[in-house]
């Protein structure tokens, strides 16, 4: 049986209806562990503000099937393999961890959030060499994997918006075709298991869609529906006693959600980098947090046209000092590849090099601070070519091998960086957190 969701203009989404209790609801929240089509090559980008209607040419391969089984049962939904194994039993020699659910049914093409973001990345680590089958031991991608909790979800979103999702799920599969306003049952992330104990623990990134970021406790926003890190730091809180936990969120739009769910939590730092003036609004510097969690919310708004220089400035004057003062014992990272020049819903110019650049100081920053405890969790990037190009390198930065960025980059296509607005940005920002 297939299911189908209408999100308002948001793409459809396709589920697998599969055999779970109905008391353990939120399992409903992980889709497919391996996408089932791939793209292997884009052609034809007509501009650097093209869009997904602009390809001229596209090539579609089948891949390997998942094994999963599909029953009938009330609505819940759950695409995923089995929990037995564990795969991080034995790591010395890994470097990265990371898991693929790709949520391909979730499909319609003329939305930016396209079903096909996690294949072309999946596809870019293949092409480039990136995956377990050249790398052996030193990468390993996370098949077998547990569903998010009830106890999970709720930990972020409020139990009512939780249980109107359940609603909404038998309603889907008893009409079919159903529109729902402002929300859509979706998945929430797998989570990749943090290490208290070893010397030198592998970078974890989750390639999901839809991304999370914009979800707000009550209820769903901007293409999210769960709050994935948000979800994920609780959990690292409260399974893995990992108290501190400190966010960068590098998407070219404000996590309005994430900053939500911690305004006033003193233990969790929310760090944003984001496009002045873009969707949703939020973010302005003045967003510090309040009450105990006064000075633990960190918002620097970059005017359009930032690019490779603003955003090693801000890495370098306020994302270490913060975290250096901070002392956590976990970096989250929403990471968004929306900012890069070539996509087309932002403004920001950041390149290849500049996601390269992040990927290296943020895994070394928490090799400083937190034992090398880092998990990186996919959030926005619309181009499919600038995404998984992106992606990779930041892959290759994990690996501690050389960017790969020149090849795809082209600086004739950049301008000018309006070097004084940002820096008074970033001076501002200085002066309001004592930095």
Same mark, same amino acid.
């Given at each position: 049986?297939?299911?189908?969701?209408?999100?308002?203009?948001?793409?459809?989404?396709?589920?697998? =209806?599969?055999?779970?209790?109905?008391?353990?609801?939120?399992?409903?929240?992980?889709?497919?562990?391996?996408?089932?089509?791939?793209?292997?090559? *884009?052609?034809?980008?007509?501009?650097?503000?093209?869009?997904?209607?602009?390809?001229?040419?596209?090539? /579609?391969?089948?891949? #390997?099937?998942?094994?999963?089984?599909?029953?009938?049962?009330?609505?819940? +939904?759950?695409?995923? &393999?089995?929990?037995?194994?564990?795969?991080?039993?034995?790591?010395?020699?890994?470097?990265?961890?990371?898991?693929?659910?790709?949520?391909?049914?979730?499909?319609?093409?003329?939305?930016?959030?396209?079903?096909?973001?996690?294949?072309?990345?999946?596809?870019?680590?293949?092409?480039?060499?990136?995956?377990?089958?050249?790398?052996?031991?030193?990468? =390993?991608?996370?098949?077998?994997?547990?569903?998010?909790?009830?106890?999970?979800?709720?930990?972020?979103?409020?139990?009512?918006?939780?249980?109107?999702?359940?609603?909404? !799920?038998?309603?889907?599969?008893?009409?079919?075709?159903?529109?729902?306003?402002?929300?859509?049952?979706?998945?929430?992330?797998?989570?990749?298991?943090?290490?208290? &104990?070893?010397?030198?623990?592998?970078?974890?990134?989750?390639?999901?869609?839809?991304?999370?970021?914009?979800?707000?406790?009550?209820?769903? !926003?901007?293409?999210?529906?769960?709050?994935? %890190?948000?979800?994920?730091?609780?959990?690292?809180?409260?399974?893995?006693?990992?108290?501190?936990?400190?966010? /960068?969120?590098?998407?070219?739009?404000?996590?309005?959600?994430?900053?939500?769910?911690?305004?006033?939590?003193?233990?969790? *730092?929310?760090?944003? $980098?984001?496009?002045?003036?873009?969707?949703?609004? $939020?973010?302005?510097?003045?967003?510090?947090?309040?009450?105990?969690?006064?000075?633990?919310? @960190?918002?620097?708004?970059?005017?359009?046209?930032?690019?490779?220089?603003?955003?090693? !400035?801000?890495?370098?004057?306020? /994302? +270490?000092?913060?975290?250096?003062?901070?002392?956590?014992? =976990?970096?989250?990272?929403?990471?968004?590849?929306?900012?890069?020049? @070539?996509?087309?819903?932002?403004?920001?110019? *950041? &390149?290849?090099?500049?996601?390269? !650049?992040?990927?290296?100081?943020?895994?070394?920053?928490?090799?400083?601070?937190?034992?090398?405890?880092?998990?990186?969790?996919?959030?926005?990037?619309?181009?499919?070519?600038?995404?998984?190009?992106? %992606?990779?390198?930041?892959? #290759?930065?994990?690996?501690?091998?050389?960017?790969?960025?020149?090849? *795809?980059?082209?600086?004739?296509?950049?301008?000018?960086?309006?070097?004084?607005?940002?820096?008074? +940005?970033?001076?501002?920002?200085?002066?309001?957190?004592?930095?």
């Amino acid at each position: 049986m297939t299911l189908f969701i209408s999100v308002y203009e948001l793409p459809l989404m396709e589920f697998r =209806i599969l055999q779970q209790s109905p008391s353990r609801y939120a399992g409903s929240f992980l889709c497919l562990v391996k996408p089932r089509l791939g793209i292997r090559k *884009f052609f034809g980008w007509s501009s650097a503000n093209t869009t997904f209607l602009q390809k001229t040419s596209l090539r /579609i391969e089948p891949r #390997r099937q998942p094994q999963y089984r599909s029953e009938v049962n009330r609505g819940a +939904v759950l695409c995923s &393999t089995s929990l037995n194994d564990s795969p991080l039993a034995n790591y010395d020699n890994v470097k990265i961890v990371y898991s693929i659910a790709a949520a391909t049914g979730h499909n319609k093409e003329s939305h930016p959030e396209s079903h096909l973001r996690v294949p072309a990345i999946a596809n870019a680590l293949e092409d480039m060499e990136l995956t377990p089958k050249f790398l052996g031991s030193n990468i =390993i991608q996370l098949e077998n994997y547990k569903p998010a909790s009830v106890d999970d979800i709720v930990s972020v979103h409020s139990k009512s918006y939780v249980a109107g999702l359940e609603k909404a !799920m038998d309603r889907a599969s008893r009409d079919g075709l159903i529109l729902i306003e402002g929300s859509g049952p979706t998945y929430a992330t797998a989570t990749v298991k943090a290490s208290q &104990t070893h010397k030198n623990p592998p970078i974890g990134f989750a390639l999901i869609r839809p991304p999370g970021h914009h979800a707000v406790p009550k209820g769903p !926003m901007g293409f999210c529906v769960f709050g994935n %890190v948000a979800i994920a730091a609780r959990y690292a809180q409260r399974v893995h006693g990992l108290k501190r936990v400190f966010i /960068i969120d590098f998407d070219a739009h404000h996590g309005n959600g994430t900053s939500d769910a911690f305004y006033d939590d003193p233990d969790i *730092f929310f760090l944003s $980098t984001h496009q002045d003036g873009s969707y949703p609004g $939020t973010g302005k510097m003045d967003e510090v947090g309040r009450g105990d969690g006064e000075g633990t919310t @960190l918002n620097i708004p970059l005017p359009g046209g930032s690019g490779d220089y603003a955003m090693k !400035m801000v890495f370098d004057e306020v /994302i +270490v000092p913060c975290a250096q003062r901070f002392k956590p014992d =976990i970096i989250l990272v929403s990471a968004g590849y929306d900012a890069h020049v @070539l996509d087309p819903l932002a403004n920001l110019q *950041f &390149t290849t090099g500049t996601y390269y !650049m992040l990927a290296s100081n943020i895994k070394q920053l928490a090799k400083e601070l937190c034992g090398g405890r880092c998990v990186f969790f996919l959030e926005g990037g619309y181009n499919l070519e600038s995404l998984s190009y992106s %992606v990779a390198d930041s892959f #290759r930065a994990f690996l501690d091998e050389p960017s790969l960025a020149s090849e *795809f980059d082209n600086p004739a296509i950049l301008y000018e960086e309006p070097s004084r607005k940002f820096k008074q +940005v970033i001076q501002q920002v200085k002066q309001i957190h004592s930095l």
